[in-house]
């Protein structure tokens, strides 16, 4: 290709992904030495790789379509949401590996009088993997049969502000090690923040900064606390510290770093 300048993009710590070998590190290993910009998905992504990365790297994780998540507070409830009755505590987005699901099910069996809705693909799908981890397989389906689970299945993007602004409670229950999800940046976070609601979450490296507005928990009775506090007194923060937190994490300041990074390579 004869390129100029070489941008390598992780979006991912693919040396924690099933199938890494040394082949796969020693061609990662060459794009490293030759890129002359490095952007990965978060800054602890930057421990899995060549150590060169973390030189020359820049942290750009995902952002927010802000507008488009704000809409939630004018958005109609979906039928399906409306007939599930409040407390509703929810989680949107793929069901799969990366999820602390065995976890979960003893959280939902602590809190009977609460109403637990999952919103996305779960198991075996274009991104909706189990993957032969067979403790979150079985732990899914035990959920999926407590009569306070309420799986609605994938939404489309238009339709998923609508979902997150109608929970009374967002949560995000990842697993915090065993694979490339303990270096991810959750796409859903800013996207909870703009919706305004109140957001419990297990303690991912990349989640820890936004303990202001995020309250981080683990244990199944720590999750009841911290649920049952945010439907009581509206959680950690304030909606409008939730939305200006989303709103300087937002797409279009996503794009203004990376230009400027990338105009830096002409100089």
């Known amino acids: 290709m004869q390129p100029s300048r070489i941008v390598y993009f992780a979006y991912d710590a693919l040396?924690?992904?099933?199938?890494?070998?040394?082949?796969l590190a020693e061609w990662?290993?060459?794009?490293?030495?030759?890129?002359?910009?490095?952007?990965?998905?978060?800054?602890?992504?930057f421990d899995y790789m060549p150590p060169r990365a973390a030189e020359i790297g820049k942290e750009m994780p995902t952002g927010v379509d802000f507008d488009h998540f704000v809409s939630a507070q004018e958005s109609p409830c979906p039928a399906d949401l409306a007939a599930i009755p409040s407390p509703r505590i929810g989680y949107a987005g793929h069901i799969n590996q990366?999820?602390?699901?065995?976890?979960?099910?003893?959280?939902?069996?602590?809190?009977?009088?609460l109403n637990f809705?999952?919103?996305?693909?779960?198991?075996?799908?274009?991104?909706?993997?189990?993957?032969g981890?067979?403790?979150?397989?079985?732990?899914?389906?035990?959920?999926?049969?407590?009569p306070n689970v309420y799986p609605l299945g994938p939404k489309t993007f238009p339709e998923v502000p609508a979902y997150m602004g109608h929970m009374d409670v967002n949560i995000m229950c990842y697993r915090l090690e065993g694979g490339w999800w303990q270096a991810g940046y959750p796409l859903?976070?800013?996207?909870y923040l703009a919706v305004g609601k109140p957001v419990v979450s297990t303690g991912l490296a990349t989640i820890q900064p936004f303990g202001d507005v995020i309250d981080i928990v683990s244990g199944a009775a720590a999750w009841r606390s911290a649920l049952l506090r945010a439907i009581s007194d509206g959680g950690v923060g304030t909606i409008d510290q939730r939305r200006e937190v989303a709103r300087n994490n937002s797409w279009d300041v996503r794009?203004?770093?990376?230009?400027?990074?990338?105009?830096?390579?002409?100089?």
């Open 255 to 267: 794009l203004d770093n990376l230009d400027e990074w990338m105009r830096a390579l002409e100089l």
């Open 28 to 45: 990662e290993r060459k794009l490293v030495d030759r890129a002359d910009l490095i952007v990965a998905y978060s800054a602890n992504m």
């Open 98 to 113: 990366k999820l602390d699901l065995v976890g979960m099910v003893e959280v939902v069996r602590n809190s009977p009088d």
């Open 133 to 146: 981890h067979v403790a979150e397989t079985e732990a899914w389906s035990e959920l999926v049969g407590m």
């Open 15 to 23: 040396s924690l992904s099933p199938g890494w070998n040394e082949l």
């Open 188 to 191: 859903k976070m800013h996207e």
């Open 117 to 131: 809705v999952f919103v996305g693909e779960a198991g075996p799908g274009n991104c909706g993997k189990f993957e």
